[in-house]
């Protein structure tokens, strides 16, 4: 089993900038696919970008292509989410999951692939 603990979300405006980490504990990081989800207040939780073990291969959803950036250091147990020019309509709670997926280039992008969550940090940009 991984624990994973998400931070780095705030209240940010329009255009900025923010950058979110997880961190995961309990197992060996490497083996874990990884990805970014968002759940706006009303909306169902949509995938936003994911990361092969290695990070060698990355999706995004078109909504963030361009403007986020997901990546991760196996060294630190930790994945990151660089996301930049942002838009009111990012805000949500920003959510980190894992699947157990070692060696793998597989990269998850529905919400039934990922077996472990983060709880959540919170994004909101202003108008």
């Known amino acids: 089993q991984v624990q994973l603990v998400e931070s780095g979300g705030g209240l940010v405006q329009a255009g900025g900038s923010l950058r979110l980490s997880c961190a995961a504990s309990g197992r060996t990081f490497s083996n874990y696919a990884m990805g970014w989800f968002r759940q706006a207040p009303g909306k169902e939780r949509e995938f936003v970008t994911g990361?092969?073990?290695?990070?060698?291969?990355?999706v995004y959803a078109d909504s963030v292509k361009g403007r986020f950036t997901i990546s991760r250091d196996n060294a630190k147990n930790t994945m990151y989410l660089q996301m930049n020019s942002l838009k009111p309509e990012d805000t949500a709670t920003y959510y980190c999951a894992a699947d157990y997926k070692p060696g793998a280039r597989i990269i998850l992008t529905t919400l039934r692939s990922y077996t472990y969550w983060g709880r959540g940090t919170q994004v909101t940009v202003s108008s």
């Open positions: 990361i092969n073990w290695s990070g060698t291969s990355t």
